[in-house]
C-alpha cells in the first residue's frame, strides 16, 4: 500500500481497478487542514490524462505490473505478433501500444512487454539495436557542402542520418531511445 506521501513522478498505482502512473506532482500545505498532493495522473491502458488532488490520509494500491522477456515476430494487419521465450504464447499489440518502438523491431528481437494483469500495455526495446541499410545516396570523397550527414533508410523504414561514409548494405547501431546513429557495426 502507498500513501498520499509516498506519490512521486513515475509512480505506478491502481485507482478503480485500472493502471496509472503519476506523471507531475505538487505539495501544498494550507495553514490550516490537512496537506493537499496535486498530482497529473495518465492511464496506462488508454492514455487518458487528468489532474487530481489527494489528502495526506488516503492510500493507494500498487499496480499489478510485470514484465515478461518476449520475441518480435511479424506485423499483421496493424498488429504486431510477440511470442513469450518460455511458454511459446503469442500475444497481439497494437500500433498504438508500439509507438515508436516499430521503427526498430526486427524479426528474432527480444523485448520487455508490460503486463496488467494478463493485458499487454507497452513495450521496452534494448538500448541498441543493429539494423542494415537499405537506402543510402553515394558519398564523394570531399563533398562537405552538404555537412557532416546525409540521410539513410534502414531495413525497417525508418529514416536517420548517418555520416557519409555509411553506404547500403551495411549494418549500423541505433539508439532505440533517440533514433540516432551510434556506430557502423563490423562483421
Not at 541499410?133 to 533508410?153: F, L
Not at 549494418?171 to 533514433?179: A, E, L, Q, S, W
Amino acid at each position: 500500500m502507498y500513501n498520499a506521501s509516498d506519490l512521486k513522478k513515475g509512480l505506478k498505482i491502481q485507482i478503480d481497478g485500472e493502471p496509472y502512473v503519476v506523471i507531475a506532482f505538487s505539495f501544498a500545505k494550507p495553514g490550516k487542514g490537512q496537506a493537499l498532493y496535486r498530482c497529473k495522473l495518465r492511464n496506462m491502458i488508454n492514455g487518458s490524462q487528468f489532474d487530481r488532488t489527494f489528502r495526506s490520509a488516503d492510500t493507494f494500491q500498487p499496480a499489478n505490473l510485470r514484465e515478461k522477456k518476449m520475441q518480435y515476430l511479424y506485423p499483421e494487419e496493424g498488429k504486431y505478433c510477440f511470442m513469450d521465450v518460455e511458454s511459446y504464447e503469442q500475444v497481439f499489440l497494437t500500433a498504438e501500444q508500439v509507438e515508436d518502438a516499430r521503427n526498430f523491431l526486427i524479426d528474432n528481437l527480444e523485448v520487455e512487454i508490460l503486463f496488467f494483469e494478463d493485458r499487454p500495455l507497452g513495450i521496452t526495446l534494448p538500448n541498441f539495436v543493429e539494423l542494415t541499410v537499405v537506402k543510402a545516396d553515394p558519398w564523394v570523397k570531399g563533398d562537405t557542402v552538404s555537412g557532416k550527414s546525409k540521410p539513410v533508410t534502414l531495413e525497417t523504414g525508418y529514416l536517420i542520418q548517418a555520416p557519409p561514409f555509411i553506404g547500403e548494405g551495411e549494418k549500423i547501431r541505433v539508439d532505440t531511445r533517440t533514433g540516432e546513429y551510434m556506430t557502423r557495426v563490423k562483421d
